[in-house]
């Protein structure tokens, strides 16, 4: 544990850098924006989250996991499962609670304006997968904190799922595909560019589908698993209606796109409706 930063520092680079190199090597989508004007505004919303979390809660899902070891709380804790073993049910577990924490941050309308951050990127790379609004960031921190003492998840299954979490938000949101063969197979196991840029549709109905960052079966369990696009990778419009500026790219407008009204239904909204 002594190393948790550089562990998360190192995973963090590492797989940023493959994922870009893969992007180059091989896009799935001719990009709208030059990466000259989206990548330093995403990157830089990054940075702001990074040095608000390290400011007012550096640490603190794993300091939760510390006290819930302590003191005994949490299912986990009741189960006296073998530690391997609750390290895999307490990552799954966490994993559970993230999907419930991005359907909600849809379905209720000022969350969503949070959310919506993350929407609003035009183009769908490595760098959406790190562009989130640092409020949501907070208030996924005080969930997951939450989450952790009531599973009972150890530091150790904590930090695995972090760095779990960060390198497949990274790689389901690149630019780029598996091989076909094998992508019918990772999605089973793992979150697939594919699956979740239906996410990042336009059309509501889409957006209100792979709710999953990293594992793929809570989707599936919940109904809210959706295979392709309409429109087909290529052609699907990524992205929010009422966005769709360049000058909404700016780190400026990010930070403050939380307080502009959301024209039209908010995803889930939709869903019902569409149904
Ligand atoms: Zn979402
Ligand atoms: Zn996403």
Redesign the pocket.
């Known amino acids: 544990m002594e190393f948790e930063g550089l562990i998360r520092v190192a995973a963090f680079g590492l797989v940023f850098g493959l994922v870009a190199l893969w992007e180059l090597a091989a896009p799935r989508r001719k990009a709208r924006f030059d990466r000259r004007i989206r990548w330093p505004h995403n990157l830089g919303l990054l940075l702001v989250d990074v040095v608000i979390l390290r400011l007012l809660a550096p640490g603190a899902a794993i300091a939760v996991a510390w006290a819930a070891q302590d003191r005994g709380w949490g299912l986990l804790s009741v189960l006296s499962l073998p530690s391997w073993l609750a390290v895999l049910v307490g990552v799954a577990l966490l994993d559970l609670a993230i999907y419930f924490q991005h359907v909600m941050f849809h379905a209720v309308p000022t969350l969503w304006r949070l959310h919506r951050v993350?929407h609003t990127d035009l183009d769908f790379d490595v760098t959406?997968?790190t562009r989130f609004h640092p409020i949501e960031i907070l208030i996924s921190m005080a969930i997951k904190c939450a989450a952790v003492a009531a599973i009972g998840a150890s530091p150790l299954a904590v930090l695995v799922f972090e760095v779990l979490l960060n390198a497949t938000a990274m790689f389901n949101?690149a630019n780029a595909s598996l091989p076909a063969s094998a992508e019918r197979w990772v999605r089973l196991l793992v979150v697939t560019p594919d699956m979740?840029r239906v996410?990042?549709s336009v059309r509501y109905e889409e957006s209100s589908s792979n709710f999953g960052f990293n594992l793929p079966w809570w989707d599936r369990l919940f109904g809210t698993y959706r295979t392709q696009p309409a429109a087909g990778h290529e052609a699907m419009t990524i992205g929010v209606d009422a966005f769709r500026s360049a000058e909404d790219l700016r780190l400026d407008r990010l930070l403050l796109q939380p307080l502009r009204d959301t024209p039209g239904r908010y995803p889930i909204n939709g869903r019902r409706e569409a149904a």
């Open positions: 993350h959406t997968g949101h979740h996410h990042h």
